[in-house]
């Protein structure tokens, strides 16, 4: 079955606590992406990847880190959480070639 | 710049009665239009696609949009709503830098 899963589902931290959510896909997919979404803000895209080894800031990059080591996995890390990162988080892939994203089921993240 | 949309952030029908859900945008282009359903708890999961083949678009679960380029509209409609309905939706365009915009999301509520 093709899948995007992501893990933690739920995570409470307190600020400045490093912590990695991790993002893992089966599809084989070159694209993959990171998009927070805030209420009446939709979803923003952090950082995305076209490939391994290859990766660029979105719209909302500040305060994360990711990496491209594996096709299959796109980890977020946030280094130093703030408590203005407290959102939900979804990772999304794509293949080259399609307009088509399929979407992780999303982790809830609270930093206090 | 890219730029989508929704017109309402929560709209409320009674089960049986037809849904409309607007959205426009804003591009240069012709852009690829989407439309995704975040049911609670849930990951996002799309609806419909619009790739400049045929203007009126079907989806899955009974629902449909249509592109209008006069109106840049791309409006969610279904001709009788169910319960199992209540969700939010987001209006979503890709543009050719693989990156996805997305709407505020318009929260649908379905009374009995």
């Known amino acids: 079955e093709a899948q995007v899963t992501q893990n933690p589902r739920y995570l409470i931290t307190v600020t400045g606590k490093k912590l990695t959510v991790t993002c893992s896909q089966n599809m084989n997919h070159e694209y993959m992406s990171w998009y927070r979404q805030d209420p009446g803000l939709g979803l923003r895209q952090i950082y995305y990847s076209m490939n391994v080894e290859v990766t660029d800031k979105g719209d909302v990059p500040e305060g994360y880190k990711v990496s491209r080591k594996e096709k299959r996995n796109f980890p977020l890390i946030l280094e130093s959480p703030s408590p203005n990162q407290t959102s939900l988080y979804f990772c999304a892939t794509k293949a080259s070639g399609s307009r088509e994203q399929y979407f992780g089921p999303g982790t809830r993240l609270t930093v206090t | 710049a890219q730029s989508v949309t929704q017109l309402d952030s929560h709209v409320s029908v009674s089960e049986g009665t037809p849904v409309l859900l607007r959205c426009n945008y804003s591009s240069s282009y012709s852009p690829s239009l989407f439309w995704y359903v975040q049911h609670p708890n849930k990951g996002l999961q799309l609806l419909l696609k619009y790739t400049s083949a045929a203007t009126l678009v079907k989806g899955i679960n009974g629902f449909e949009a249509e592109f209008k380029k006069s109106e840049t509209s791309f409006h969610l409609t279904k001709p009788s709503a169910h319960m199992s309905d209540a969700a939010e939706y987001f209006c979503?365009?890709?543009?050719?830098?693989?990156?996805?915009?997305f709407g505020g999301g318009t929260r649908l509520m379905v009374k009995p």
């Open positions: 979503v365009a890709y543009n050719a830098g693989n990156m996805l915009t």
